[in-house]
């Protein structure tokens, strides 16, 4: 694996000079876990396991095939946590997608979907404890602010049971107020606008319409403007928001250079971070086709290129 530093590249936006520091580029390919990655198959994924740690994803052998043409003839994945400088610090393999950082403390790390319940695994993938589904399948969905965590029946969002904290303490609904905005309504199942809809931290709620303009409502349900450095996005965006105060948001915008404003030359992808307090943009910038995932404090954003055969992780740092 390499491990570099002092890498950076700048961005003028609204007339002030930013900068993102890429902090790391993280070449994994001689990892002996990844021996028995597939070539193709669902799309590798990086998440932030609290502010220090990566959760890497994979497919596994078995696989169809050999070289770059081979696909996955199972379901189960390879799951690594890593620290910035690549090191594995511990791995397991799941037979399904859903294993997800919950970081309520060192007996609850993580949730990860079994055949009949959520496990609530720690630092080392052991499981600590479990919450039986009442009807199967069912699925987990994290509170907002991560105080705890839902157990639904999928994929209508019926019946609903909610836990809070390292124990999975029995809770309610009403113990979270508002950290739950994708499942308000149980008896419904998401609708497009609600999967552009995101809590922040302050109380408020920042959404995309359909043409990826960002706009944001007070709990009182007053809105306002939040300003958009991409002036033609496509209907394409999505969003994260950072686990900690003060709070960030990093949406992710696609966009189109245009010719006399009618023929379009190609499209681009724009990551902009954004401060909650003041709404303002900190800064913007293009770092490929590639996937990215916000760290919990909102400084750091894993990239990476979703398939390929080269497992590299870029880390970008903004102050």
């Avoid at 590798?44 to 050999?66: H, I, M, N």
């Avoid at 900190?282 to 290129?305: C, F, K, Q, T, Y």
Wanted: hydrophobic share 35%; with cysteine; aromatic share 12%.
């Amino acid at each position: 694996m390499l491990f570099v530093f002092g890498a950076s590249y700048t961005l003028v936006l609204f007339g002030q000079q930013e900068r993102v520091q890429v902090e790391a580029n993280l070449r994994l390919g001689s990892l002996p876990q990844l021996a028995g990655r597939c070539d193709k198959g669902p799309v590798d994924r990086v998440e932030w396991a609290g502010d220090q740690r990566l959760l890497f994803r994979f497919s596994t052998a078995p696989c169809r095939g050999k070289g770059s043409g081979s696909y996955p003839l199972n379901t189960e994945y390879q799951y690594l946590v890593l620290d910035l400088h690549g090191n594995v610090l511990a791995s397991v393999r799941w037979g399904n997608p859903s294993l997800k950082y919950y970081g309520a403390g060192t007996k609850a790390e993580f949730l990860a979907s079994g055949p009949h319940e959520i496990q609530i695994l720690d630092d080392h993938f052991k499981s600590s404890g479990q919450v039986p589904c009442t009807d199967s399948p069912c699925s987990f969905y994290l509170a907002e602010d991560s105080s705890g965590f839902a157990v639904c029946h999928s994929p209508d969002f019926r019946n609903c049971r909610y836990y809070r904290g390292g124990d999975a303490e029995a809770a309610s609904a009403a113990d979270f107020p508002s950290s739950f905005p994708k499942l308000q309504g149980d008896e419904r199942p998401l609708s497009f606008a609600d999967a552009r809809r995101f809590a922040i931290g302050n109380g408020e709620t920042w959404l995309f319409d359909r043409k990826c303009h960002l706009s944001g409502v007070r709990s009182d349900g007053s809105s306002f403007s939040i300003p958009n450095p991409i002036t033609k996005p496509k209907p394409s965006c999505f969003a994260e928001v950072s686990r900690k105060a003060p709070f960030r948001l990093l949406a992710h915008i696609e966009g189109d250079i245009e010719l006399g404003g009618e023929l379009p030359l190609y499209a681009y992808q724009r990551l902009v971070l954004y401060d909650v307090a003041s709404r303002t943009p900190i800064v913007a910038w293009n770092p490929g086709l590639r996937g990215e995932s916000l760290s919990p404090d909102g400084h750091r954003v894993a990239i990476w290129p979703g398939k390929s055969r080269d497992v590299e992780i870029e880390i970008d740092y903004i102050p």
